[in-house]
């Protein structure tokens, strides 16, 4: 893998909303654009962590920080999933998707786009591959994916879930690859949040071989 560098770019949706989100190239040509979906926390350290992660295997990476229509620059601690979700409650998912379109449309340069989303990014992911011109969607521990299931997805996704998620029980992991058969999916023996090494469910193990199938299946449909 090659290093990457990174920095704070300004992006503008459709409806003129000026927001930041955090860059990180690779060191060569990229094989395709990553479009990195925040957690309830933010575009924090882990979420940087996971953009530079995948402008290391090439890919030119960019994390929009879609709080920035409630509050901006802001970042929470793990320990405060209360006001994550309420910052959540105040973000129309409409305005969310023009956030993301716009993050799409800066990676176009680097060819096709792909877009890895967790927590609440997770569930954006799908949205977003029900609506957003994407190629391919990689969705982990989107909770809320199983109230999106009269959507269908215009493009693969794969989903990574853990077995002991508390906030995602497997029957709704069931109703989800019910409502679409054709997706990837994966568990884990790991809880919620397993992929971030800055919470307590962090699973190395289970993050190692998510990311191992997550680079797979982009280098196959993204490049």
């Not at 000026?18 to 926390?41: L, M």
């Not at 054709?182 to 993050?207: K, T, V």
Request: aromatic share 10%.
């Amino acid at each position: 893998m090659t290093k990457p560098s990174s920095e704070t770019v300004r992006l503008k949706a459709a409806d003129g909303h000026a927001f930041d989100a955090f860059r990180a190239s690779p060191a060569g040509k990229p094989r395709g654009g990553i479009v990195v979906v925040q957690e309830i926390f933010g575009v924090n350290s882990h979420i940087e962590a996971v953009a530079k992660e995948y402008a290391a295997a090439g890919y030119l990476a960019i994390a929009p920080a879609l709080f920035d229509r409630a509050e901006r620059g802001l970042t929470l601690p793990y320990t405060d999933s209360a006001a994550g979700l309420a910052l959540v409650q105040k973000v129309k998912p409409e305005l969310t998707l023009l956030d993301l379109k716009a993050a799409i449309d800066a990676l176009a340069s680097a060819g096709k786009v792909g877009m890895v989303g967790y927590c609440w990014g997770g569930t954006l992911v799908f949205a977003s591959a029900c609506h957003l011109p994407i190629a391919a969607g990689v969705a982990y521990y989107g909770g809320g994916i199983v109230k999106l299931l009269e959507r269908t997805p215009k493009c693969p996704v794969m989903f990574h879930f853990g077995e002991t998620d508390t906030h995602i029980p497997l029957k709704d992991v069931e109703k989800i690859k019910k409502a679409y058969p054709m997706g990837h999916y994966y568990l884990y023996p790991a809880g919620h949040g397993f992929n971030c090494s800055e919470r307590a469910s962090f699973d190395a193990a289970a993050a190692k071989l998510a990311l191992e199938r997550s680079l797979d299946f982009l280098h196959r449909h993204v490049g």
